[in-house]
């Protein structure tokens, strides 16, 4: 059973941060967010770190090791956009997206190890 939950979180982050770092890259909505979140210059890396995050749980399966390092750069990727959120006053709930994802990401690096 838990090599089942394994596989769907690892999937469910996959698919996420695939769309996620796409959006964060092409889309004009997130060039006026990150502004807002006074990181414009991060926009681009956070797409990139994102997209590149989703392709390291990929090849994780063959390559334990960038697994590991897949899921803990994204869980902190995560940490970082909840504290965005709370510092520039967002609501609690504005920062859910980002705390489950982080969440999701430490399960799979623990569940990893």
């Known amino acids: 059973m838990s090599q089942l939950v394994d ?3 690892q999937s469910v982050s996959v698919i996420l941060f695939a769309g996620y770092g796409l959006h964060a890259l092409r889309s004009d909505r997130m060039v006026t967010e990150f ?3 006074g990181l ?5 890396l956070t797409g990139v770190l994102q ?5 390291g749980i990929v090849v994780g399966h063959w390559y334990h090791p ?3 390092l897949a899921a803990a750069g994204l869980t ?3 940490t970082l956009g909840v504290i965005t959120r709370l510092r520039i006053n ?3 709930i504005a920062a859910l ?3 489950s994802l982080g969440v999701l990401n430490a399960y799979i690096f623990v569940s990893a190890l």
């Open 51 to 55: 997209v590149l995050g989703s392709l």
């Open 40 to 44: 414009a210059r991060f926009r681009v």
């Open 66 to 68: 960038v697994l590991l």
């Open 76 to 78: 902190a990727l995560m």
């Open 90 to 92: 967002d609501p609690l």
């Open 7 to 9: 596989v769907v979180a």
């Open 97 to 99: 997206p980002a705390f």
């Open 35 to 37: 502004k807002r979140y």
